[in-house]
């Protein structure tokens, strides 16, 4: 841990690879029930590693522990800008940003983002439910 710790701090590693250091990094501190040292690491690949959607799901997870979850919503914005992923991820992204927006009261853009999910996904209950409690019906 230690020896990527310093890879870490390296540089003239090109920016690629230095994210797939702090990757294995923060998965260690995971992994080694160590939370609050995985994140920084795991924080900086969900805004450079665009396609790292594991890595984006932890720190959102661990983002909404800290009642800081609206932090997230430029790096789900990133995601929706990738080409070529499955469908099912993009309506996710939709449905998390959805849910970010509710909590913040901002109705509005929560059912926007409910409805572009079920556009994506006309079959997702889920996102059926919550946008009708949003609605009032």
């Known amino acids: 841990t230690k020896h990527l710790i310093k890879i870490t701090e390296r540089k003239e ?9 702090k ?4 998965m260690r501190y995971l992994d080694a ?4 040292l995985a994140f920084p690491y795991l924080f900086a690949v969900a805004k450079g590693a665009r396609n790292d959607f594991q890595a984006v799901v932890i720190v959102a997870d661990m983002l909404a522990k800290d009642g800081r979850d609206e932090e997230m919503l430029p790096i789900y914005g990133n995601i929706l800008t990738l080409k070529g992923q499955p ?3 993009y309506a ?3 449905k998390r940003m959805a849910r970010i927006h509710a909590k913040k009261g901002r109705k509005a853009d929560a059912i926007g983002h409910f409805k572009e999910a079920l ?3 006309p079959e997702d209950n ?3 439910q ?3 409690v949003l609605e009032g019906k």
């Open 13 to 21: 590693i090109p920016a690629d690879v230095l994210l797939g250091f």
């Open 23 to 26: 990757r294995q990094l923060g």
């Open 33 to 36: 029930k160590q939370p609050e």
């Open 87 to 89: 469908n099912s991820l």
């Open 92 to 94: 996710e992204v939709h």
């Open 119 to 121: 556009r994506i996904n």
């Open 126 to 128: 889920t996102a059926k």
């Open 130 to 132: 919550e946008m009708k």
